[in-house]
């Protein structure tokens, strides 16, 4: 059941994500609401998506867990180390500034080593499907950002900051990523995010 309510939140969320790169689409479901109902409606399906993923991975966790592989234990040091750049290209997609401009899209590339850290560390059926679903969403959605800006579409890389703002990216995300890993981690997942 847990599995099922998961992947309901997983279905949610990463359409709603994947309606925004269907241009045509959205430009009528705009055109329809008016730009300020569309946004709250994204956002509250996004957040119930959210919802029913840690609700029903939780679920998961709880009575149905399944494990598919046994990664060693030397995978999860991996993934800790791939988490700490993640989350800085994450918050880089909203302080622009020299990464920004250079990786073009941080918060994609960041999702995609967030996804694959994880994968790399986890073997259960439930954390494959997760996180295998959302780093397929981050590659189908730069696949898209890729092809629009080949077509000819605006982006919006207009750079404001610069080395303040990857500075600024540097030292939040790290400090983002102990609190991940040291308070969020082994609190709420209940699995310690570092091995001693």
């Known amino acids: 059941m847990g599995l099922l309510i998961m992947v ?41 998506g959210i919802v029913l993923i840690g609700y029903g991975f939780a ?26 750049p993640a989350v800085i290209l994450i918050l880089a997609a909203y302080l622009p500034g020299h990464i920004k401009r250079t990786v073009k899209h941080p918060m994609l590339v960041g999702v995609k080593l967030w996804a694959l850290a994880h994968l790399i560390a986890n ?41 303040g703002n990857d500075a600024a990216a540097v030292v939040a995300g790290t400090v983002v990523y102990l609190v991940l890993g040291f308070a969020f981690h082994p609190l709420i997942i209940g699995v310690p995010a570092f091995t001693s």
Do not use: C, N, Q
């Open 8 to 48: 309901a939140g997983l279905v949610l969320f990463i359409g709603t994500h994947a309606f925004v790169s269907w241009r045509a689409p959205r430009a009528a479901a705009i055109a329809r609401w008016g730009e300020a109902r569309y946004k709250i409606a994204f956002s509250l399906v996004s957040v119930l």
């Open 59 to 84: 679920l998961y966790r709880a009575a149905a867990w399944v494990d598919i592989w046994y990664p060693p234990t030397w995978t999860r040091d991996i993934a800790a180390a791939m988490m700490w």
């Open 123 to 163: 073997g259960d059926l439930g954390s494959i499907v997760l996180f295998g679903s959302l780093l397929a969403w981050a590659v189908y959605d730069r696949v898209m950002v890729k092809r629009r800006e080949a077509a000819g579409a605006a982006t919006r890389l207009a750079i404001s900051g610069g080395w």
